[in-house]
């Protein structure tokens, strides 16, 4: 089974993923960003380990936020500022 299939089965699961597979070389390796949208960080589990034994791929994560969540989690940064700043 070529990658882009395995990709395509390893990511079925999760019905929110977006993935684009490119095949431009990363240090000799193919690359591309899967998007998830996790209810739980416990997911990343889940998610990653289909990939690393499916595919036998090396990951990167990198955790990113929706506005509305963004502002909630700054709302409380003033008082971190004030008592660690």
């Known amino acids: ?3 882009p299939n395995r990709v395509r089965r390893a990511s079925s699961r999760n019905k929110s993923a977006k993935a684009n597979v490119l095949r431009e ?3 000799g390796h193919r690359a591309g960003p899967f998007v998830v949208d996790m209810k739980e960080s416990s997911q990343v589990v889940e998610i ?3 990939f690393f034994f499916g595919l ?3 990951i ?3 955790p990113i936020m929706a506005p509305e969540d963004l502002k909630i989690g700054l709302s409380g940064v003033q008082g ?3 008592r660690y700043g």
Request: glycine letters at 0%; hydrophobic letters at 35%.
């Open 1 to 3: 089974m070529d990658p």
């Open 25 to 27: 070389s990363n240090n």
């Open 48 to 50: 990653a380990e289909r």
């Open 56 to 58: 036998n791929a090396r």
């Open 60 to 62: 990167e994560t990198v």
């Open 80 to 82: 971190i500022i004030q």
